[in-house]
């Protein structure tokens, strides 16, 4: 036996689940956008916005034969970055003619490695990665050698493509090729 | 008085929650529970109450910025008055807290209190670890110097492996294409934000599940978890043998936890607060990053794994270990709860401390790190030196000057990336010596183009010279017998 307020609970019932429909759908519509508000250093980076060439310094700051450590102020920065927008690199300038231009990040973990001349080798602080001087793999954990920018000469001054941090598992934007011969 | 209570009685007529609160303090628990072994839960809340306090405080100065950070934590330790007292407690609060909740854990499992029907506490439990050191995590970073810089770059590094996504989590995570502003910003959001939300909602389900489901009953061999019968068992003796929570088993809880704020602000006040370090400028590269104290047994692992084996076991590693402590009550559910009946339990609890106190005992030592300065700042000990020939010297400057010391170690000084060479001479020939120089091999770079062979003919000759007084240098038995014992054409020097 239906009491006479039964029909009129049922449609007080639908209209709440309409109201939480209603709710769901109005919550999809307001994440899409905070969604894309959240990826926006994803789909930034994908339209390859972080890479760019940019003038490292003089060529004559780089003598041939040796490799020295260059400074330069990250080309993708803000205001309230303070120093770590600045990032530093490797420059090997073989013969005068070709270089070589590493990121300081170990190709194992990111630690920064040192160059030490006298023995030709880039070695890690961290977990102990060494490479030799064209940035090959010499010994310890890393699988690759060091990261490299690519590079240009332009009125007598050295270009470099950079601007995101190198990582082993992003090799876009940074020459991925055999680095040359010593 | 009087006033006192009828203002009581007054809230509680509209917040209706005294009887609740009652009965919820005076409920009975099993009489053993009364026990120090029970109060590092309690305690574990206590220590976040305390973070929640002094990481207020500690805002009230800190700026989030990349530019500023540092130097708000210097204003905080040198000018603000007490701001390094209440940077110290919030530090060692942390350590405290990791440490408490690790212990608390190990204790619940040891008891086997994750049992039916405590699945659910468990698993929000396992939660509230993950939390716990996702707070110490970023609470490391937000001390914004040299190893937080180095550290945050490490992070990225591992997340990049992840096949495909890899790339755009680590953009994620450092809010750009590098190390900056955001990065900090973010993990501040995270920190102070949704971390600290997330783990008050689940100390409150976790605690909630406790009262309700009643505190875990003291294990006695024989006294068998079975899914039918245990919620009436455990009731009954509840009822036979309990005490009220309230006051018969709290006392313990509350001095405990007195005790470990004592500990605490005595860590604090003694040790003061934890750096910051160098500033976070990535074009200082003199750095030697190390993790904070709970984290030094990945460093160790990351080091001492082979290179090949590292991307999996970084990536399937920890989902293994969590999916292993999320499914062992849903695994091991009934049975015995006494450590007496498990010692399969028991020998994991061993094994896991043994372990972890190994690796981090190994990377507070981190030998498999070059040491940078050796071969400028670590002379070689002069009983190698002395009563040797100019070229054998002229080997020991190529030792020091082709940063050998840096890995290998004279008279225990200098890295140990390589094995020491006081004795090297006994185990290699002078053949072996040159080709391991030249070649590398081993974990040690070739150094064939480096050095010339003058060098490598003085280096080698100093190498031979490495053995203990009465024992003589390795020898190619089979060149002398070619040779003849006379008139050995490469005979050792020595």
Same mark, same amino acid.
């Given at each position: 036996?239906?009491?006479?307020?039964?029909?009129?609970?049922?449609?007080?019932?639908?209209?709440?689940?309409?109201?939480?429909?209603?709710?769901?759908?109005?919550?999809?519509?307001?994440?899409?956008?905070?969604?894309?508000?959240?990826?926006?250093?994803?789909?930034?980076?994908?339209?390859?916005?972080?890479?760019?060439?940019?003038?490292?310094?003089?060529?004559?700051?780089?003598?041939?034969?040796?490799?020295?450590?260059?400074?330069?102020?990250?080309? =993708?920065? +803000? %205001?309230?970055?303070?120093?770590?927008?600045?990032?530093?690199?490797?420059?090997?300038?073989?013969?005068?003619?070709?270089?070589?231009?590493?990121?300081?990040?170990?190709?194992?973990?990111?630690?920064?490695?040192?160059?030490?001349?006298? @023995?030709?080798?880039?070695?890690?602080?961290?977990?102990?990665?060494?490479?030799?001087?064209?940035?090959?793999?010499?010994?310890?954990?890393? !699988?690759?050698?060091?990261?490299?920018?690519? $590079?240009?000469?332009?009125?007598?001054?050295?270009? *470099?493509?950079?601007?995101? /941090?190198?990582?082993?598992? /992003?090799?876009?934007? *940074?020459?991925?090729?055999?680095?040359?011969?010593? | 008085?009087?006033?006192?209570?009828?203002?009581?009685?007054?809230?509680?007529?509209?917040?209706?929650?005294?009887?609740?609160?009652?009965?919820?303090?005076?409920?009975?628990?099993?009489?053993?529970?009364? @026990?120090?072994?029970?109060?590092?839960?309690?305690?574990?809340?206590?220590?976040? /109450?305390?973070?929640?306090?002094?990481?207020?405080?500690?805002?009230?100065?800190?700026?989030?910025?990349?530019?500023?950070?540092? +130097?708000?934590?210097?204003?905080? +330790?040198?000018?603000?008055?007490?701001?390094?007292?209440?940077?110290?407690?919030?530090?060692?609060?942390?350590?405290?807290?990791?440490?408490?909740?690790?212990?608390?854990? =190990?204790?619940?499992?040891?008891?086997? #209190?994750?049992? $039916?029907?405590?699945?659910?506490?468990?698993?929000?439990?396992?939660?509230?670890?993950?939390?716990?050191?996702?707070?110490?995590?970023?609470?490391?970073?937000?001390?914004?110097?040299?190893?937080?810089?180095?550290?945050?770059?490490?992070?990225?590094?591992?997340?990049?492996?992840?096949?495909?996504?890899?790339?755009?989590?680590?953009?994620?995570?450092?809010?750009?294409?590098?190390?900056?502003?955001?990065?900090?910003?973010?993990?501040? #959001?995270?920190?102070?934000?949704?971390?600290?939300?997330?783990?008050?909602?689940?100390?409150? &389900?976790?605690?909630? /599940?406790?009262?309700?489901?009643?505190? +875990?009953?003291?294990?006695?061999?024989?006294?068998?978890?079975?899914?039918?019968?245990?919620?009436? !068992?455990?009731?009954?003796?509840?009822?036979?043998?309990?005490?009220?929570?309230?006051?018969?088993?709290?006392?313990?809880?509350?001095?405990?936890?007195?005790?470990? %704020?004592?500990?605490?602000?005595?860590?604090?006040?003694?040790?003061?607060?934890?750096?910051?370090?160098?500033?976070?400028?990535?074009?200082?590269?003199?750095?030697?990053?190390?993790?904070?104290?709970?984290?030094?047994?990945?460093?160790?692992?990351?080091?001492?794994?082979?290179? @090949?084996?590292?991307?999996?076991?970084?990536?399937?590693?920890?989902?293994?270990?969590? &999916?292993?402590?999320?499914?062992?009550?849903? &695994?091991?559910? !009934?049975?015995?709860?006494?450590?007496?009946?498990?010692?399969?339990? =028991?020998?994991?609890?061993?094994?896991?401390?043994?372990?972890?106190?190994?690796?981090?005992?190994?990377?507070?030592?981190?030998?498999?790190?070059?040491?940078?300065?050796?071969?400028?700042?670590?002379?070689?000990?002069?009983?190698?030196?002395?009563?040797?020939?100019?070229?054998?010297?002229?080997?020991?400057?190529?030792?020091?000057?082709?940063?050998?010391?840096?890995?290998?170690?004279?008279?225990?000084?200098?890295?140990?990336?390589?094995?020491?060479?006081?004795?090297?001479?006994?185990?290699?020939?002078?053949?072996?010596?040159?080709?391991?120089?030249?070649?590398?091999?081993?974990?040690?770079?070739?150094?064939?183009?480096?050095?010339?062979?003058? !060098?490598?003919?003085?280096?080698?000759?100093?190498?031979?010279?490495?053995?203990?007084?009465?024992?003589?240098?390795?020898?190619?038995?089979?060149?002398?017998?070619?040779?003849?014992?006379?008139?050995?054409?490469?005979?050792?020097?020595?």
């Amino acid at each position: 036996m239906s009491s006479p307020g039964d029909g009129d609970v049922s449609r007080r019932a639908l209209l709440m689940k309409l109201g939480i429909v209603f709710n769901g759908i109005v919550a999809a519509i307001l994440a899409v956008p905070l969604v894309r508000y959240l990826l926006s250093p994803v789909s930034h980076g994908r339209k390859g916005a972080y890479q760019s060439w940019f003038a490292l310094g003089e060529l004559e700051q780089f003598p041939a034969g040796q490799t020295r450590l260059a400074t330069y102020v990250n080309p =993708v920065v +803000n %205001l309230w970055d303070g120093m770590t927008g600045d990032v530093a690199c490797w420059v090997r300038n073989i013969d005068g003619k070709k270089f070589q231009v590493f990121a300081v990040n170990c190709a194992h973990l990111g630690c920064p490695v040192r160059w030490f001349p006298q @023995s030709g080798l880039f070695m890690c602080p961290c977990h102990g990665g060494v490479y030799y001087q064209d940035g090959s793999r010499a010994s310890g954990p890393p !699988e690759r050698g060091l990261f490299e920018h690519h $590079y240009k000469l332009e009125n007598g001054k050295l270009w *470099i493509k950079a601007g995101e /941090m190198p990582t082993p598992g /992003m090799v876009s934007g *940074i020459a991925t090729g055999k680095p040359p011969c010593a | 008085m009087r006033l006192i209570e009828q203002l009581v009685e007054w809230f509680d007529a509209r917040l209706q929650l005294g009887s609740t609160i009652r009965e919820t303090a005076e409920h009975p628990v099993p009489r053993e529970t009364a @026990s120090w072994f029970y109060v590092f839960g309690s305690a574990a809340v206590v220590v976040f /109450m305390l973070q929640i306090v002094s990481g207020i405080m500690l805002a009230l100065i800190y700026v989030p910025s990349a530019g500023e950070a540092w +130097n708000s934590l210097q204003t905080l +330790n040198h000018e603000v008055s007490l701001g390094w007292y209440a940077r110290a407690l919030h530090g060692w609060g942390s350590e405290f807290m990791v440490a408490i909740v690790l212990i608390h854990m =190990v204790q619940v499992f040891w008891f086997g #209190a994750y049992k $039916y029907p405590r699945e659910l506490t468990w698993v929000v439990g396992v939660f509230l670890l993950l939390m716990t050191l996702g707070m110490a995590f970023t609470g490391q970073v937000l001390r914004f110097d040299q190893d937080a810089y180095w550290g945050l770059g490490i992070g990225a590094s591992i997340s990049s492996r992840v096949p495909i996504i890899g790339p755009p989590i680590v953009n994620l995570m450092l809010g750009g294409p590098i190390i900056a502003g955001a990065t900090l910003s973010r993990f501040f #959001a995270l920190h102070v934000f949704v971390i600290p939300g997330l783990l008050i909602a689940f100390v409150a &389900v976790h605690l909630l /599940m406790v009262i309700k489901l009643g505190i +875990n009953e003291w294990p006695m061999p024989g006294r068998v978890v079975r899914k039918a019968t245990y919620v009436k !068992e455990y009731h009954e003796l509840t009822r036979k043998d309990g005490i009220p929570f309230v006051p018969s088993a709290v006392w313990k809880d509350l001095f405990f936890a007195a005790f470990i %704020l004592i500990a605490i602000a005595v860590c604090a006040a003694y040790f003061g607060p934890f750096g910051p370090g160098g500033e976070p400028n990535p074009t200082i590269i003199q750095t030697a990053p190390k993790p904070d104290f709970f984290f030094l047994w990945i460093y160790a692992v990351l080091s001492l794994l082979p290179p @090949s084996m590292e991307t999996p076991a970084l990536l399937v590693g920890p989902v293994i270990g969590i &999916v292993l402590l999320l499914l062992l009550p849903f &695994v091991s559910g !009934e049975g015995e709860k006494s450590w007496q009946r498990r010692p399969v339990a =028991v020998l994991l609890i061993l094994l896991l401390a043994v372990a972890f106190g190994t690796f981090t005992r190994r990377a507070e030592h981190a030998p498999w790190s070059p040491v940078m300065g050796a071969w400028s700042g670590m002379p070689i000990p002069p009983q190698f030196l002395r009563n040797r020939t100019a070229l054998e010297r002229q080997g020991a400057l190529v030792f020091q000057a082709k940063q050998c010391h840096n890995c290998h170690a004279l008279g225990n000084e200098g890295g140990e990336r390589g094995p020491a060479l006081d004795n090297v001479a006994v185990s290699m020939t002078r053949d072996q010596l040159i080709r391991q120089v030249i070649q590398g091999g081993g974990n040690m770079p070739a150094y064939g183009k480096n050095l010339s062979p003058a !060098e490598t003919t003085a280096l080698v000759t100093f190498l031979q010279t490495l053995h203990p007084p009465g024992q003589p240098p390795a020898r190619d038995a089979a060149r002398d017998a070619a040779n003849g014992p006379a008139g050995a054409l490469s005979s050792p020097v020595r």
